[in-house]
DNA sequence: GTAACGTACAACTTTATGGTTGTAGATGCG
DNA sequence: CGCATCTACAACCATAAAGTTGTACGTTAC
């Protein structure tokens, strides 16, 4: 049952975000647990507000979310994205794999059943 | 075991590649089977060179090879590097997996076996 | 209250992307 | 051969991306 289609634009938004070094080790590390946007820009040698930029494309990706306390952003990864874009990747090696098969059955024993 | 370790550049290139509709359609078309970069352009609209532009980042990124057959450039998808793409999501969503086993065995039943 | 911290946002520069057109080189066909 | 087809590649344009600095504002701590 399909929960909830992706448009092509939100395909697009979710390889461009993980299309970057930087950003795929925030993925990491707000997988592993939450932590503040300064907290992560401390990590990375780079200004603060170029963190903050590269925060925001998975954001918009929805591959984090953001979530105040206090005076920080507590950002965390977003698993169940992680899982609809392995999903994409499933459905293209799907579509390998009926064309695998469409040839093994070629192949095999018999001829097939019907033909024009 | 470890075949092949992707650099960082290489992981770009994949998910870079990944990031545009109309090359993701490109895949699928050559996984399905081979087609010539011209019956590519067919199907889209937009010029001959823009789709070889495309062939051409999905071959750097080394989601497709090009065969030459004739006068004409076969373009084939390539599975396996899919399926590495797939490893890299699974890497991702195993950190948080390896989060939430923490949280689980904190809020087991028994009280850690160590405590500092 | 003031200072420090964390964030947001705008302006700007540089480089990459995605598209175009145009030209030229191979290959296949009548 | 001569022509159409398929491809390669360069030059160019518009827009987006990735980084910078600077400014402003809310929150926390003293």
Request: hydrophobic share 45%; proline share 4%; aromatic share 4%.
């Amino acid at each position: 049952m399909v929960v909830d289609a992706l448009t092509d634009e939100e395909v697009n938004r979710i390889f461009r975000a993980l299309a970057d070094a930087t950003r795929r080790d925030i993925v990491r590390r707000t997988l592993l647990a939450d932590i503040s946007v300064s907290s992560l820009a401390h990590a990375y040698d780079m200004s603060f507000a170029a963190v903050q930029k590269h925060v925001a494309v998975l954001e918009e990706a929805r591959l984090v979310t953001k979530e105040p306390r206090g005076r920080e952003r507590m950002v965390r990864g977003v698993p169940e994205r992680l899982r609809q874009a392995q999903r994409l990747l499933d459905d293209l090696e799907l579509i390998w794999r009926a064309r695998t098969d469409r040839l093994d059955a070629l192949l095999s024993e018999s001829p097939p059943p019907e033909k024009g």
